[in-house]
């Protein structure tokens, strides 16, 4: 690596910087009179919601945008008139890191050591070290294609490391990336940081990743939010924060959190374990008989600020929240589902799935109820989508049995696709289609006509709050409207299951819990939902889940059972988090 510039030295200033975009009909001010710095030595976290701003400034510091006004240098250039010596020096990984497929590991090392003018006689021991610390050595010969999204990530990351920059730059790294291989990304880029004074921009969608930075930078609509440590971010939040627990009454955790979301003076309500954590706006303090008028006596306690507290606090001051319209799902006057029972909408027995001498799913089983939150946890290439896909109909099982609302898939995969939606991973929408006529296509696929096709598409322009974009194309639209509207595409026909593959993957911190809020109101209402995640808190919403490895199921039971298993001197209160990765790793200890 080139000499670390001298710590405390900014390594980005930005002054009046401003950019903007026409995307089809409107234009949107990414950017707009934002100044700050980042210094050297340090890892700065570009935070804020969907469409803040983060990857602009990210392609701006990376000399691939030209800024409409303002200035920005970089590593003391000036990237308007040095852009291509800015791109030269820093090293940058975008959201989607372009690595070939089709080529090995070692391959797209090879390559990206040409494309930075690695010399040869360097590249053996660099190598060496990015294998080592990425643990990607043993599959060096093994197609980026056929690598996990964990592995792939490390693989970009490596690939942006082979030259090592005196500025790296990461665009959400960890994105769609179970919590091992989060804990693993955030090693590598503590160790460039620290032992080679490596200076580091990262934007994230995690807002526990923004503790571990040295320093924040908030943005919020293209606009300057904050600035600071972490721990100055959060100081003003002292005596905000409070949990609440659920009283031993039968009041679920779900319904508790739905009363306190609508209390007033309640900024933020989110499921936390087995409680509620609550954040109060200022000067107020929770009071039971007001939270709950005529609900059951309240046990509120005082609890820490955390560092999402002074972020969702911050975007809730600018944008407050408005009552979602959470009717059943029926919604236009037609009966909500069957309330939750004991009655097994899912069965899976001995489910097995072969690709080739490959075996993805290892004999798996379990049953989902009918009104219940059922999450399928597990690393990147565990075999969750696999299952998911083989549940939805769309893949048959290579043995076992499947059953889903009373069919068995293999004689009526067709009978049982009718009864569910399914939210795929990538959200599967016509992105040249507007917002309304993807709403109308699939009306139309799943049978609806007439009057019920138009109560239906009425209902979901309503009920997700669609109808300013309802004539915009879904390519133009935000992660939290494509969210929103792919939902809502998968409830038009009223399933009695829905599948979520991943669904708040990217999504800012607001648009998670409008996105929460919804689906236990649908599970209150008798839905049945199976879930996948990355995000370990969302655990905590399901009322029962599996974790899964290599195709295999490591534990299933509650989310409470599951981290009273784990429960220790060195961990008094693990975390769903500290759960996960002790079964992943201890999998792979046996079986390496």
């Known amino acids: 690596m080139d000499a670390p510039v001298p710590a405390g030295t900014a390594v980005l200033r930005c002054r009046g910087l401003s950019k903007r975009f026409v995307v089809g009909r409107r234009r949107v001010q990414a950017l707009e009179e934002v100044s700050v710095e980042a210094h050297a030595g340090r890892i700065t976290g570009l935070i804020g919601p969907d469409g803040a701003g983060k990857t602009t400034l990210m392609r701006l510091a990376a000399g691939l945008l030209i800024p409409d006004s303002g200035t920005l240098e970089v590593l003391g250039l000036d990237v308007q008139r040095e852009s291509v010596r800015v791109q030269e020096s820093v090293g940058y990984m975008p959201q989607h890191f372009g690595l070939y497929e089709d080529l090995t590991v070692q391959e797209n090392l090879d390559l990206y050591a040409d494309l930075q003018g690695v010399p040869a006689g360097q590249r053996a021991p660099r190598y060496a070290e990015l294998l080592h610390m990425t643990g990607l050595g043993p599959f060096t010969g093994r197609l980026a294609g056929r690598l996990s999204g964990g592995m792939k990530q490390k693989l970009g990351l490596a690939c942006s490391l082979v030259h090592p920059p005196r500025l790296l730059l990461l665009d959400e790294p960890t994105v769609g990336v179970d919590p091992v291989s989060r804990r693993e990304l955030w090693q590598i880029v503590y160790r460039e940081a620290e032992q080679e004074g490596m200076s580091v921009l990262l934007s994230t969608a995690y807002l526990d990743e923004a503790e571990r930075c040295h320093d924040v930078i908030l943005l919020h609509e293209g606009r300057m939010l904050g600035v600071g440590t972490p721990a100055e971010v959060t100081a003003p939040m002292a005596g905000r924060s409070f949990l609440v627990k659920v009283p031993a009454t039968g009041v679920s955790k779900r319904h508790l959190q739905a009363i306190l979301a609508r209390a007033p003076g309640v900024v933020d309500a989110l499921i936390q374990g087995e409680d509620v954590r609550l954040v109060m706006a200022e000067g107020v303090t929770p009071d039971p008989a007001r939270l709950w008028p005529e609900g059951p006596q309240l046990r509120i306690e005082p609890v820490p600020p955390r560092f999402e507290d002074a972020f969702v606090a911050r975007l809730r001051a600018l944008s407050p929240a408005t009552e979602l319209r959470l009717e059943a799902i029926g919604g236009g006057g037609h009966p909500p589902a069957t309330p939750r029972s004991d009655e097994p909408v899912i069965t899976v027995r001995n489910a097995t799935r072969v690709f080739g001498s490959f075996q993805a799913v290892k004999g798996i089983s379990f049953t989902v109820r009918r009104g219940e939150i059922f999450g399928l946890l597990g690393a990147n290439g565990a ?13 048959p099982a290579s043995g076992g049995e499947l059953r889903v609302a009373g069919h068995d898939l293999r004689h009526a995969a ?10 795929a991973q990538r959200f599967s929408l016509y992105v040249n289609l507007s917002v309304g ?15 019920r096709r138009r109560e239906r598409i009425r209902w979901a322009l309503d009920n997700f709050e669609l109808d300013p974009v309802v004539d915009t194309p879904a390519q133009d639209l935000p992660l939290g409207y494509l969210q929103r509207l792919a939902m809502a595409a998968a409830l038009m026909h009223e399933p009695e299951i829905l599948f979520l593959d991943e669904p708040t993957s990217g999504v800012d911190p607001l648009a998670r819990r409008a996105f929460w809020a919804r689906i236990n109101a649908l599970a209150e209402s008798g839905v049945s939902v199976l879930v996948t995640t990355h995000f370990m ?9 599996v974790i899964m490895a290599a195709g295999e199921i490591l534990a299933a ?8 298993r784990f429960h220790s001197p060195e961990h008094p209160n693990p975390s769903m988090e500290d759960v996960f990765i002790t079964l992943i790793q201890g999998h792979e200890q046996a079986a390496a």
């Open 557 to 564: 039971d509650t989310p409470e059972a599951l981290k009273a």
């Open 437 to 451: 006529e993807n709403l109308a296509f699939y009306s139309a696929a799943y049978g609806l006509g007439g009057a």
């Open 414 to 423: 067709a009978q049982a696709r009718a009864r569910i939606g399914y939210m």
């Open 383 to 395: 075999g969750k989508t696999t299952t998911f896909r083989m549940l939805c109909g769309l893949l």
């Open 537 to 545: 808190d969302e655990a905590n919403y399901c009322d029962r889940l």
